[in-house]
């Protein structure tokens, strides 16, 4: 395992731009970016990806982008995705790829705090969702489309991007210049984030920051040289960022996008990759895939393959415990592996990873242990945005089921007097931009982040993360959601009193909605509803009617990981003494998961 000095040796002095320059030369006709498996997927070499960003970087500095300008790309999974994030780095701007599920008014939002100078959008849908907001951009000098007949033809500020992209000669010296001028502590790229109030913040990376968690992740888990990788998380999110981006340019990878999460499973089939980072839910559904192929086995393959499960699996409890392997476990295990587990790997096309992680949230023991048992052993690692991506990671040599391993080299974790985790080392990121474009260090003076979660690091320092300290929702398939956002949208109906938002760890936003004692008979009387106890009213036809309503309302004004799929309206009240609220009249989110257990199931069943 590489020590904190090597690896620190191993970064120092190295930049994304740099690392695409060599990428270009010592590797030119090495495959860099495949979009889809379509037998007219077309591939770019990396020479010819270098090429297109080049022609593009040209373009912009045509719009007058420079230096510490911020370029928002609303894009779909796509080379041109890419190539206008990399494009905008070797101007030095500040490139941030938006979620195709926020709201037009969380559109606004973001833009709006970013000060953005330039806007790649995709096409019609992207320019029919961020036209209304445009005027309320005071630094925006143009939008680029990628499919300009979508753009209006009376508006000035709109280009589309073949004409930018050809819109200057090429000039190798110009280019090679903005090349070098790249510093490894330069801003390399804005991702933002939920708080705990909802508000989004937009956490600052450096080249530094994203360099040295590849090459960690690289050194703490090898794979082979130009290994094959799969993009289908949103570039939007910081896991997709480093590992369908940023890591490819280290190691010169090569990845294939993966444009619709519904083709997960045949890209995965045709690009047999090296590595691969999912959330649970994904683990979740490549572990059914696996249980419907053991269905089909004859009497006696099944019974081969289920011994050859055992012995595997016995062996992943006992290093996960730390405990020595016996040499009569040991000894077969790669006859039996390449024999009868690998060709079982190959159904969901991972018969040659080296490196599998889940992250965002916590993935089940079930899923883990039967995962390791057919050889694919999946490694929780745990961080961040902030410390872009991993600040812990388990590896085949230290890992325990339910922990987060230990901390990358160079990172340290310890906890606060609270039991709050905290981070420190090269991969915690920059600072938070503010809206006239400074950054803010989120770290004390001793360069500690606080994480928000809650958790313990054991005699060998390896983490596990007991709760969170901040309310974040994290659902199983790694979409943050802020409550309090979604809370406030569903109280603004005069029936609600309480409204709490429920989804940790789950597939789905769900709500609780309480009615007012007050304001609900007031409001029914107001409806034409005979007088009735708020039990009645909890029941009522025109209520429940009502309620569905204001739901569909804030659902509109709501990302799609944000909105409501199922809701129920309780009687109420709440108070302190019926256990729901504290003396202060928050929401004891875990006394009402507690006391309300059997209805938020049925709201998933």
Not at 113 to 123: D, I, K, R
Not at 464 to 469: I, L
Not at 513 to 540: F, K, Q, Y
Not at 589 to 597: F, K
């Amino acid at each position: 395992m590489a020590t904190a000095e090597q690896l620190h040796k191993s970064v120092e002095g190295l930049t994304i731009t740099g690392l695409l320059r060599r990428n270009a030369q010592c590797f030119a006709d090495r495959p860099a970016l495949t979009t889809g498996i379509d037998p007219g997927a077309v591939t770019l070499t990396w020479s010819q990806l270098r090429a297109e960003v080049a022609a593009l970087t040209r373009g912009f500095t045509t719009l007058g982008l420079e230096r510490g300008h911020r370029v928002l790309i609303a894009m779909s999974k796509r080379a041109e995705h890419w190539i206008a994030d990399l494009a905008a780095i070797h101007v030095g701007a500040l490139p941030c790829s938006i979620y195709d599920t926020l709201s037009t008014e969380q559109i606004g939002a973001v833009a709006r705090h970013s000060g953005a100078t330039v806007l790649v959008l995709e096409g019609e849908e992207q320019v029919r969702r961020w036209k209304p907001v445009l005027d309320g951009l005071p630094d925006l000098r143009a939008v680029v489309v990628l499919d300009r007949a979508a753009a209006p033809a009376d508006d000035p500020r709109f280009v589309g991007y073949a004409a930018l992209r050809g819109a200057v000669p090429p000039d190798d010296g110009a280019f090679e210049a903005l090349t070098d001028a790249a510093t490894a502590d330069q801003p390399l790229a804005l991702v933002y984030t939920s708080g705990t109030t909802g508000d989004p913040k937009g956490v600052v990376l450096s080249h530094r920051n994203v360099i040295h968690q590849s090459l960690m992740q690289d050194q703490l888990a090898p794979v082979p040289e130009h290994p094959r990788s799969v993009a289908y998380l949103p570039l939007a999110h910081v896991a997709e960022r480093v590992l369908g981006m940023y890591m490819p340019i280290c190691n010169a990878g090569h990845v294939t996008i993966c444009p619709h999460p519904d083709q997960l499973l045949p890209t995965l089939l045709v690009v047999r990759p090296h590595s691969f980072f999912g959330v649970p839910r994904v683990w979740e559904k490549l572990a059914v895939r696996l249980r419907a192929k053991l269905a089909v086995f004859t009497q006696e393959q099944a019974e081969a393959i289920a011994q050859a499960r055992q012995t595997v699996l016995e062996v992943f409890r006992l290093r996960s415990e730390g405990k020595q392997l016996p040499a009569d476990l040991t000894e077969p295990l790669e006859q039996l592996d390449a024999q009868l587990l690998q060709p079982l790997r190959a159904a969901i096309g991972f018969d040659d990873c080296r490196r599998a992680f889940s992250g965002a949230a916590p993935v089940s023991t079930t899923v883990l242990e039967f995962l390791a048992s057919v050889g694919l052993p999946v490694y929780e690692v745990w961080g961040m945005s902030e410390t872009t991506g991993a600040a812990t990671v388990s590896t085949p040599e230290v890992f325990a089921i339910g922990s987060v391993g230990l901390p990358g080299p160079g990172m340290e974790v310890k906890e606060a007097q609270d039991g709050e985790l905290l981070v420190r080392g090269p991969a915690v990121f920059t600072g938070y931009l503010r809206p006239d474009g400074r950054v803010d260090p989120a770290t004390d003076a001793e360069g500690w982040l606080s994480t928000g979660d809650v958790g313990m690091v054991d005699c060998r320092g390896v983490v596990t993360v007991t709760d969170r300290k901040r309310e974040i929702i994290i659902t199983d398939a790694g979409k943050y959601v802020a409550p309090a956002g979604v809370e406030s949208r569903l109280r603004a109906h005069p029936l609600v009193a309480h409204a709490v938002a429920i989804g940790d760890r789950r597939r789905y936003i769900t709500a609780l909605m309480v009615l007012d004692e007050e304001t609900a008979p007031l409001w029914a009387e107001a409806n034409g509803i005979a007088a009735c106890s708020l039990e009645e009213l909890s029941r009522h036809p025109v209520v429940l009617a009502a309620v569905d309503e204001a739901v569909a309302e804030a659902n509109t004004a709501l990302s799609r990981s944000e909105r409501v799929r199922q809701h129920c309206v309780l009687p109420g009240p709440w108070t302190v003494e019926t256990g729901e609220l504290t003396p202060t009249l928050s929401l004891r989110r875990r006394a009402i998961d507690e006391l309300h257990a059997a209805t938020i199931e049925s709201m998933y069943t």
